[in-house]
């Protein structure tokens, strides 16, 4: 089985982690192409894409939705298998000798938990008993992924959704417990994200839908709390969900 993939990036305002990021798939990926959809930046981030080697595509304004990028670039792809690296991840020198024996006909999403500088955060995240699902370091089959059209209509959460679709087609959906990965994204960053989800949405009835989400988060939280006795890195977490439930009201404030 052809074992040599292309890789999907995903940017926007990217150029504090690109570089870093590009290199280290060169260093551990036997890559067809590295092929960049920007979302419309206006730091250097494309200019450093081209400068490490990748084909970048734009995509601004009304494309600029992550689950359509993701899945414009699956278009551009030739492989039959391809890797998803968030922009923000560095892959480890041995990610690909792991990763590479998860390509299998039955499979339909792979990925590893990660490193993080919000360590307490990346605990509860990438619990496999808690259900970590992520795009930031995923090896997809190409087939799949073009047949899941609903992916161009969406902003937040994709990851998510794109597992459930897999599972229900009878392909597997594995999550590796083993660290093949670093991901540099700050507990600011992460406060961005939910404001900008909010605001781009811009729909009130979704903050029910939020308050429901973090009430889940909750819940897994005491479970590895009774599981773990993690009480303190559980105060953390209980912090980090009020901040991102703000984060999420201030977008849904903005004009």
Not at 184 to 202: H, M, V
Request: hydrophobic share 40%.
């Amino acid at each position: 089985m052809d074992k040599v993939v292309d890789v999907l990036i995903v940017t926007y305002n990217s150029s504090r982690t690109l570089k870093k990021c590009l290199q280290c798939i060169k260093n551990a990926v036997p890559y067809n192409r590295i092929i960049v959809g920007d979302g419309g930046s206006n730091d250097r981030t494309i200019e450093i894409a081209k400068h490490e080697g990748a084909e970048v595509y734009s995509f601004p304004r009304k494309d600029n939705l992550i689950g359509r990028i993701r899945y414009k670039l699956a278009e551009k792809a030739e492989k039959d298998w391809m890797l998803y690296v968030d922009s923000d991840v560095y892959l480890y020198q041995n990610f690909w000798t792991i990763m590479r024996c998860l390509i299998r006909p039955n499979v339909g999403m792979a990925f590893a938990v990660q490193d993080s500088p919000a360590r307490t955060l990346n605990t509860y995240l990438t619990s496999r008993k808690l259900g970590f699902i992520t795009f930031g370091n995923t090896i997809v089959p190409r087939h799949l992924m073009l047949v899941c059209k609903e992916m161009l209509n969406l902003n937040g959460g994709e990851d998510v959704f794109f597992a459930k679709f897999v599972k229900k087609r009878g392909y597997e959906v594995i999550c590796l417990n083993e660290h093949l990965s670093f991901h540099d994204k700050s507990e600011e960053d992460l406060d961005r994200k939910f404001s900008r989800w909010a605001r781009e949405l811009g729909e009130e009835k979704l903050l029910m839908k939020f308050i429901l989400l973090e009430l889940s988060n909750i819940r897994n939280m005491a479970c590895m709390t009774i599981k773990d006795g993690t009480i303190s890195d559980t105060s953390i977490l209980l912090r980090r969900s009020w901040k991102m439930l703000s984060s999420f009201i201030e977008g849904l404030k903005a004009p």
